[in-house]
């Protein structure tokens, strides 16, 4: 059973989408490294921060681990559970925890904020002053709390969900708020306004989203081991590690870094991480 950090789908809904993606072409990507993780916990915090990358898992351990080599670097315990995880850029982890915001600086507990509602996700972005936000995506699926990075309310964003659609993650990249969502990655406004739904052959979504060097967003297609690579709205490339016909996998969270893509495989407890294999040059 999947862990209450990621609303759970049927994934009967797939078939479809599976049947349409086999027709196209996909692009098999190489497996560079992995890191196996204990069966008991699951990975459920990705971000990088200063060169490095901060893997949360669900027992309260946040790993550092330099990405060019997986090897770990330092290791931090919260000492409580985890549901969500980030880092500011002075290096504060900010982690999720049911209704609650905690920061920890320096390995010691600094701040607490509570949510008027569960949170499902946590990001942190710089706006166009140059201060650092936090975005706590609510369990509600129609609203974005949005904090300082000292865990000071900011301000909250509401967005229409008339389907009631689950949206387990939200990330804001070049004054856009980027939200995961079933049949949709939702592209808002800074005041909640749907810009564009972006979506391609009936795919589902509402799991990980990142951004390469070159503003493409890489969604993860819940249920298979298979990114979707969607330019100005368009899916241009489908990505995957092994043929679609394979056992169900979920992919639950990825980050691009630096040529490499990051993905966290849920069910396995694995942190994977493949060459991205688009050309950086490719329009």
């Avoid at 999720?96 to 915001?101: I, M, S």
Wanted: contains cysteine; aromatic residues 8%; charged residues 20%.
């Amino acid at each position: 059973m999947l862990h209450n950090h990621i609303e759970q789908l049927s994934l009967n809904d797939n078939k479809l989408a599976r049947s349409k993606q086999d027709k196209m072409n996909v692009t098999q990507m190489t497996l560079l490294r992995e890191i196996t993780f204990s069966n008991d916990v699951k990975v459920v915090g990705l971000t990088m921060q200063r060169t490095l990358l901060y893997v949360a898992t669900s027992d309260g351990q946040i790993m550092m681990i330099n990405p060019e080599t997986s090897r770990q670097v330092g290791i931090i315990n919260v000492n409580g559970k985890i549901n969500r995880m980030t880092v500011t850029h002075n290096t504060d982890i900010i982690i999720l925890n049911g209704t609650y915001l905690i920061s920890f600086r320096n390995g010691q507990k600094y701040r607490q904020m509570k949510l008027p509602i569960p949170g499902k996700s946590l990001s942190t972005f710089e706006d166009e002053s140059g201060s650092e936000r936090i975005i706590a995506l609510g369990r509600s699926n129609d609203v974005l709390f949005v904090f300082t990075n000292d865990l000071k309310p900011f301000e909250e964003i509401y967005y229409k969900n008339d389907a009631k659609e689950t949206c387990n993650f939200a990330i804001w990249y070049q004054n856009y708020y980027y939200i995961s969502c079933q049949s949709a990655i939702l592209q808002l406004s800074e005041d909640g306004e749907i810009v564009e739904k972006i979506s391609a052959n009936n795919g589902t979504f509402s799991l990980g989203i990142t951004f390469d060097d070159k503003s493409r967003i890489i969604a993860i297609v819940r249920g298979q081991p298979l990114l979707q690579v969607f330019q100005n709205g368009q899916l241009r490339h489908n990505l995957s590690a092994i043929s679609t016909d394979e056992i169900l996998t979920i992919w639950s969270e990825i980050l691009y870094e630096n040529g490499r893509l990051h993905i966290v495989d849920y069910l396995a407890s694995k942190l994977k991480t493949f060459r991205y294999p688009i050309d950086s040059t490719e329009n």
